[in-house]
């Protein structure tokens, strides 16, 4: 039997990266894990008691395809709270994570053949999803001056369907202000592209609050999910904001997609989102750990870094060190056991000379890190000075 075309997807670089640190510690030795993009923490203890409870009394079958009412009332009024929006339940669809959002986005906004254009370095999965779906990705080069962030010059005279953006980003944290934003925006809506804006890390954020682009225009599609800033990444539960008008076709797609998204994942994340002390406990420690990595990465030799905005990424740029960042990133694993993730998986042609360090754990966890980084440079005759600053700062 023959597997189609567009079955041809890359594989998740980071998945690979995980395995062979699983691998180092089931041989016995001890890894300490900046590759992995979630959070050490469990589910908020209010979330997991919530489903306890309901557990005791409800079957949990299937809810409608557009999520638990409640949930979606709860999401909107989450607008209010971040963003000063008065945003109508109606429009919001509750998802299998993020990752279900962009195979309902995408389906609902694009035809075969459509071209979608995406940030690079940026979140993979974009990628291949467009892929599989017989969409062509086109990747937009960011600039080091931009802050790795797409501008409205990156798109004007695309063909373009679509333009998709995340802020902040992943792998570089950085994010786009108002303006940035608004640019971008207009330029999609000039170029008749839809736009889409993935606002996963949303609520993780160190200076300034993250812009949605639901406070620019309505004529959009938003992202986020509970997986990062609720820290329930194995729930599998996201949702999608959309135009009232396209309400009913995203509404068909999922009941006939996913019929709705898990019932469990659903009623904890309603309970989620009021543990904002536990939530914001676990933001202490992202803070924390960001100061620690900016000051050690550097003092490490790891020193050409744009500062990140939000999320609990450094992307640091290495190609004076390798110009093969997958066998730095094993080199790194095999001699010091620290996971880190290759840039190649977020940037197939400039990622060779990057790696993305994630500080999403215990802050013991990345003190001894640093350590072991800093060790592994100065081994390699590689420490402070040996590189510069190229990511201008804000
Ligand atoms: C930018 C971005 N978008 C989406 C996802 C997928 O998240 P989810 O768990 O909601 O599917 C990730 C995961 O790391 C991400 O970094």
Not at 250 to 273: G, K, T, W, Y
């Amino acid at each position: 039997m023959r597997n189609s075309r567009r079955s041809q997807v890359d594989p998740f670089i980071v998945m690979d990266v995980m395995e062979a640190a699983r691998r180092a510690e089931e041989a016995g030795r001890d890894v300490i894990h900046m590759e992995v993009g979630q959070p050490g923490t469990p589910a908020p203890e209010g979330a997991r008691q919530a489903l306890t409870a309901a557990m005791a009394g409800d079957a949990m079958g299937y809810t409608v395809a557009l999520g638990l009412p409640a949930l979606r009332r709860r999401i909107a009024r989450l607008y209010g709270e971040w963003y000063d929006i008065d945003l109508s339940p109606s429009r919001v669809v509750v998802t299998p994570g993020s990752s279900g959002a962009f195979i309902l986005a995408f389906t609902a906004l694009f035809d075969a053949g459509d071209h979608v254009g995406i940030g690079a370095p940026g979140y993979p999965s974009y990628r291949q999803i467009l892929k599989a779906l017989d969409l062509v990705p086109v990747d937009i080069e960011t600039a080091a001056e931009n802050r790795l962030q797409p501008v409205p010059a990156d798109l004007t005279g695309r063909d373009l369907s679509g333009v998709m953006v995340a802020s902040p980003a992943n792998p570089t944290g950085t994010m786009l202000d108002r303006a940035a934003l608004a640019g971008l925006m207009a330029t999609a809506s000039d170029l008749g592209a839809s736009f889409i804006s993935d606002e996963i890390y949303h609520g993780i954020e160190y200076d300034r609050r993250a812009v949605s682009a639901l406070e620019i225009s309505d004529d959009c599609y938003v992202i986020n999910s509970f997986s990062k800033y609720f820290s329930m990444t194995g729930w599998r539960i996201g949702w999608m904001v959309v135009p009232e008008d396209h309400v009913r076709v995203v509404e068909r797609l999922a009941q006939n997609l996913f019929i709705c998204p898990p019932h469990a994942s659903q009623v904890a994340a309603l309970a989620a989102m009021d543990c904002g002390p536990e939530l914001q406990a676990n933001m202490d420690v992202y803070r924390a750990n960001r100061a620690l990595m900016l000051a050690g990465l550097p003092q490490a030799g790891f020193d050409r870094i744009a500062p990140p905005d939000g999320a609990f990424y450094v992307y640091a740029d290495v190609s004076h060190l390798t110009d093969d960042s997958r066998a730095f990133a094993a080199e790194i694993l095999e001699t010091v056991g620290v996971a880190v993730t290759p840039g190649l998986d977020f940037d197939p042609v400039r990622g060779a000379g990057t790696i993305r360090f994630s500080y999403a754990r215990s802050t013991a966890d990345i003190e001894e890190g640093l350590r072991r980084l800093t060790r592994f440079m100065a081994d390699r005759g590689a420490g402070p000075a040996a590189g510069k600053r190229v990511f201008p700062e804000r």
